[in-house]
């Protein structure tokens, strides 16, 4: 029943997939979170800065942003960052889309999570005399990372169903595979299937399991 | 003005400011400044590769036409999806555990697949078994795509709305004598769609910014698929092209993004309403699988 499979390296699709996944999430984490600390920081200039990027790069839909750094970046400035092999430099262009694009979300998600942490929180680390670098990584950051399990998990799994969209730009990942394979097979419901259920393994998983992790250490107000 | 972070700043806090303010431009105008000399190297700032988009042209044979595609896609799923969704939603409430569990799997199940998935999927499905012309197929796969996709966090929208009123509305109206169906259609639905306004209006943007897959992936002639022939009529203005069309889907989307906060705002100012309101942001939180927005606390 699942010979249409044969000839096809299902796992390698779905590696990449997953290797998109972690690179971006990593580097939008801390893009993320730069952009957060520039959010709520004393000097205008920086949330300016922060709050322009945010509102244009959500409003960009993803495949523009990961089509232009192939057809823009790549071939027009011929930015390769650093592989001479075209398949490496897609796949690295795609992650750089997606950690562009997702760090706007982390960083709202960061935000909001700041906002949680009552002001009184931080009076009693002033009154303390902790300053501001203090204040912030031993007092505000570890709450707020704590209340934000919840919503960085929704950026993850979004994350995961947004690295199709690498797929637009040759990286050799799930939704390609499955494209290639439905143009040679005539197994379309079986295909959709396999590839259907790849992605629920990959993201109702990661769902629960953050969805409880968010709950257990959630900071009880 | 003093936030979790900092209290109203004294001289030597201002100064500080200062100094941090004027590194960031620096640095900030040094990245600029670069940026500029590497357009101008690869001469994409001659006039004439952005002089196209200043006249009638550009924007009538390849902007407008995808524009109308993208618009026509959106506002397709969005029609569809919404009937289906409140369907589903709505069934997921239900007294009877079949029911709710049928359509929990198939809200759950779509939530979890990228939409280009079910576009691929959709493009197949009408090439291989339906007789729907070639020129059609990719608009038909984009649009099946996005109502499969949307109708499942729409659902969700919808059961968040119902959930998110007091409970006491409905308890209020089996006291009267009303029916189930009754209380769902003449109490909690028409105040549910009030409460959700703002989580519809906000996913209408993520509808809008999907379109573009068809474009890149599916041969759909969208605004992003104009940027291909475009680029190429007008002397490969591939930079100025893209930062056109990003241009106009920054400004529809931000015109929603913007409109959706005004009716939550507005929608929680009302003093007739019982307060209910499912946020603009909470959209991020339905369309993950596995994930519920909770009623009333």
Redesign the interface.
């Known amino acids: 029943m699942f010979d249409f499979l044969e000839g096809y390296n299902l796992w390698e699709a779905f590696w990449t997939t997953v290797q998109l996944t972690v690179l971006s999430a990593v580097g939008s984490l801390i893009w993320g979170t730069l952009l957060a600390a520039m959010r ?7 949330r300016g ?1 922060g709050t322009a990027y945010v ?2 790069v ?7 942003i990961i ?2 750094t192939s ?2 970046l790549n ?3 011929e930015v390769t960052l650093g592989s001479d092999m075209t398949d490496t430099t897609n796949f690295r262009l795609a992650v750089l889309g997606l950690i562009a694009y997702t760090s706007a ?1 982390v960083c ?1 998600a960061l935000r ?1 999570g ?2 949680t ?3 009184g ?2 009076e009693a680390a ?1 009154a303390l005399g902790l300053n ?1 670098t203090q ?2 990584t031993l007092v ?1 950051l570890p709450q707020a990372f704590r209340s934000v399990v ?2 960085l ?3 993850l ?2 994350l995961t ?5 690498a ?2 730009i040759g990286v050799a990942e ?2 390609l595979l ?2 290639e394979m ?1 143009e040679n097979e005539a197994q ?1 419901v079986l295909i ?1 299937a396999v ?2 259920f790849g ?2 393994c990959l ?2 998983p990661t ?2 399991i953050l ?1 409880w992790v968010s709950k257990k250490v959630a900071v009880k107000r | 003005m003093s936030s979790v972070l900092y209290d109203a700043q004294g001289p030597k806090a201002k100064r500080r400011n200062i100094v941090i303010s004027v590194v960031f431009v620096a640095v900030l105008a040094a990245v600029l400044w670069w940026m500029y000399g590497a357009l101008d190297e690869k001469g994409q700032l001659a006039w004439d590769l952005w002089k196209p988009f200043f006249h009638g042209e550009a924007w009538s044979t390849y902007l407008w036409p995808g524009l109308q595609n993208t618009l026509k896609a959106a506002a397709l799923a969005m029609i569809i999806a919404l009937p289906l969704g409140a369907v589903l939603g709505i069934a997921r409430l239900s007294d009877h555990a079949w029911v709710r569990g049928v359509a929990g799997v198939v809200v759950e199940f779509f939530r979890s697949i990228p939409v280009l998935v079910l576009m691929i999927f959709g493009l197949a499905l009408f090439s291989e078994y339906t007789n729907v012309s070639t020129d059609d197929r990719p608009l038909y796969a984009v649009v099946t795509g996005l109502v499969l996709y949307n109708a499942s966090v729409l659902a969700e929208i919808v059961r968040a709305g119902i959930l998110s009123l007091p409970r006491g509305q409905a308890e209020a109206a089996s006291a009267i004598g009303l029916r189930k169906n009754q209380t769902m259609r003449f109490i909690l639905l028409p105040q549910a769609v009030t409460a959700m306004l703002p989580a519809i209006v906000s996913q209408l943007v993520v509808i809008v910014k999907d379109t573009a897959l068809g474009g890149a992936v599916l041969t759909f002639p969208d605004l992003m698929a104009a940027v291909g022939p475009m680029s190429a009529y007008y002397g490969a203005n591939t930079l100025a092209s893209f930062t056109v069309v990003a241009l106009i889907f920054i400004v529809i989307n931000f015109s929603l993004t913007s409109f959706a906060s005004w009716l939550e705002r507005r929608l929680r100012q009302g003093k007739k309403s019982t307060g209910a309101v499912v946020t603009a942001d909470a959209v991020e939180e339905l369309s993950t699988p596995g994930e519920h927005v909770e009623g009333k606390k």
């Open positions: 709520v920081g004393p000097v205008p200039l920086m800065f509102n244009i959500r409003n960009i839909p993803l495949t523009v089509l232009f057809l823009g071939q027009t400035f979300f709202e909001s700041i906002n942490v009552p002001v929180q931080a002033r501001f204040v912030l505000v919840g919503p998990a929704n950026v799994i979004a169903k947004n690295t199709t969209v797929a637009a799930a939704a499955m494209k439905i379309l959709s590839f259907a992605f629920v993201t109702l769902g629960l969805g």
